[in-house]
């Protein structure tokens, strides 16, 4: 029943910023953990960023520096503000949520993912 929208993609030369947004709708009561994803063509979909309801954060290499990711639980929506963007972050990229709904029952839910491309 949670259903989560991705938004703020696009295109971007290198160097620039984008903010990711993915609200999440359903019968929430809870959330446990928030994350990003991305998948380039003909790579695995690996983690970029994620986040706990304890606020901590993990970050994968390639983007430590560059990306922050952040919550508005009060919205059920994650961000990722993205920096000092290249070429080689050019991918599809994903929300994630884990958490609890109505009757005590646990969810984990994709986006249906967003584009992202970062022109040379």
């Known amino acids: 029943q949670v259903q989560l929208v991705e938004s703020g993609g696009g295109l971007v030369q290198t160097g620039g910023s984008l903010r990711l947004s993915c609200a999440a709708s359903?019968?929430?009561?809870?959330?446990?953990?928030m994350g990003w994803y991305r998948q380039a063509p003909g790579k695995q979909r690996e983690l970029v960023a994620g986040?706990?309801?304890?606020?901590?954060?993990n970050y994968a290499d390639f983007v430590k520096g560059r990306f922050t990711i952040s919550r508005d639980n009060a919205k059920n929506t994650v961000y990722l503000q993205m920096s000092s963007l290249k070429p080689e972050d050019t991918a599809v990229y994903y929300c994630?949520?884990?958490?609890?709904?109505?009757?005590?029952?646990?969810?984990?839910?994709w986006g249906q993912g967003t584009q992202v491309t970062v022109s040379s």
């Open positions: 994630n949520m884990r958490g609890t709904i109505v009757l005590g029952l646990q969810y984990d839910t």
């Open positions: 359903g019968s929430i009561t809870g959330i446990h953990a």
């Open positions: 986040l706990t309801s304890g606020g901590s954060t």
